[in-house]
């Protein structure tokens, strides 16, 4: 699986890495890991520089849908997206539906940077 994470209640952060090809089902799977651990509420620091997708541009759309029907469930925790100039070029429509929610989100090129950030959102 190339997807990775954390989920830390007592800090109540969700820390995430992609490595390889993520497809539907993956990020599909990371959602409902989330919502299960009832931790769309915490900070999230996502690091997906090493990901890559083969997701059809329906499939993206579907991701798209899927993540913004978890933001009409309530209040979404803080993002920090660690990513490529490249990668948010790519993505910038799931960019665009992460950024939907009434949430801090930034994206980083620098892990340091992203950690530094969303730890100030504690």
């Avoid at 539907?24 to 799977?29: G, P, S």
């Amino acid at each position: 699986m190339p997807l990775y994470w954390t989920i830390d209640s007592k800090a109540r952060l969700f820390t995430g890495l992609a490595e390889g090809n993520v497809s539907l089902n993956d990020a599909i799977d990371l959602l409902d890991a989330m919502a299960g651990a009832k931790a769309m509420t915490y900070r999230k620091l996502f690091d997906g520089r090493a990901a890559t997708t083969s997701m059809s541009p329906d499939e993206l759309l579907s991701l798209c849908a899927r993540i913004r029907s978890y933001h009409d469930q309530g209040m979404m925790g803080a993002l920090a997206l660690i990513a490529t100039p490249e990668q948010t070029v790519v993505f910038a429509r799931l960019l665009g539906a992460l950024a939907s929610a009434k949430r801090p989100i930034k994206v980083f090129e620098n892990p340091r940077q992203a950690r530094n950030w969303i730890e100030l959102l504690a």
